[in-house]
């Protein structure tokens, strides 16, 4: 009988001496998780945020024991936590719209920092980029290749390697099939364009007249080989660019 109670009594011990979880609000529930933490901005400082859970320690004190990603594997660490912090990050959370499904997408629609591997996978390669990275440095260049996070740009004098991590934005043309429809247009004015140059030049030289139907067919055949890179630069600067912000911090400096 002894020890039957000296085995409840330890275990109302071990039962009472475990923290009690704490709800921050009803919004976020008993766990906030990486979507609500990025929604209402709990904890905007801690970097590869995972989970955070907060206990009652006495009436007065509380903690908050967080999860991040460290280089792939998970570590937890706990901070203390005042009653006014708590009731500052109650208010904090209260007094912003509900975390729907609707706000999530609206909110993951501009975080391009989320998703930098595919962007740089999805640009049509080579294309003409304009990178601002480390330190706000500029590079522009052609974008020739995307291997093991560097990100490799061809510039005039050589290729510059750049980490995807040190890459605060990227600007690109989209490509589109848009003005496939000028393709017949832009060939007809190149050809028509040869066309007159080697009349220009047959007027200037005064051929023969076999010469000069040579120079004319020649003519229309140059300015044939030249308008696929005609009808592709035209596409280029009438299709809009666009620019992706891949750095996090830079998109909490501009959107929150």
């Not at 008993?30 to 989970?51: A, C, M, Q, W």
């Not at 920092?113 to 601002?132: G, M, T």
């Not at 035209?234 to 501009?254: G, R």
């Amino acid at each position: 009988m002894p020890k039957i109670c000296l085995f409840f009594f330890v275990f109302l011990c071990q039962l009472k001496s475990q923290d009690e979880i704490a709800i921050l609000s009803p919004r976020v529930g008993t766990l906030v998780d990486i979507h609500e933490n990025r929604f209402y901005g709990i904890f905007p400082k801690v970097r590869n945020f995972i989970s955070a859970q907060i206990y009652l320690k006495t009436s007065n004190d509380y903690k908050v024991r967080i999860v991040v990603d460290k280089k792939g594997k998970q570590k937890t660490y706990e901070k203390n936590m005042s009653l006014k912090q708590f009731t500052r990050f109650q208010n904090n959370i209260n007094k912003q719209p509900e975390f729907t499904k609707y706000a999530r997408e609206i909110m993951y629609a501009g975080m391009d920092f989320l998703r930098a591997s595919d962007i740089l996978n999805e640009i049509r390669k080579p294309q003409y980029v304009k990178i601002i990275h480390t330190d706000s440095e500029r590079l522009n260049g052609t974008l020739v290749g995307f291997k093991n996070n560097l990100v490799s740009v061809q510039t005039p004098r050589t290729i510059e390697k750049i980490d995807l991590n040190d890459i605060e934005r990227i600007s690109y043309r989209l490509y589109s099939n848009e003005f496939l429809g000028l393709k017949p247009y832009i060939y007809g004015f190149s050809g028509v364009f040869g066309l007159q140059m080697a009349t220009l030049y047959n007027s200037q030289r005064s051929p023969r007249i076999d010469e000069s139907w040579y120079y004319r067919f020649y003519g229309i055949v140059v300015g044939l080989i030249f308008s696929s890179e005609l009808h592709e630069a035209i596409s280029t600067v009438l299709t809009p660019s666009e620019t992706f912000i891949l750095s996090q911090d830079e998109y909490e400096e501009n959107y929150r």
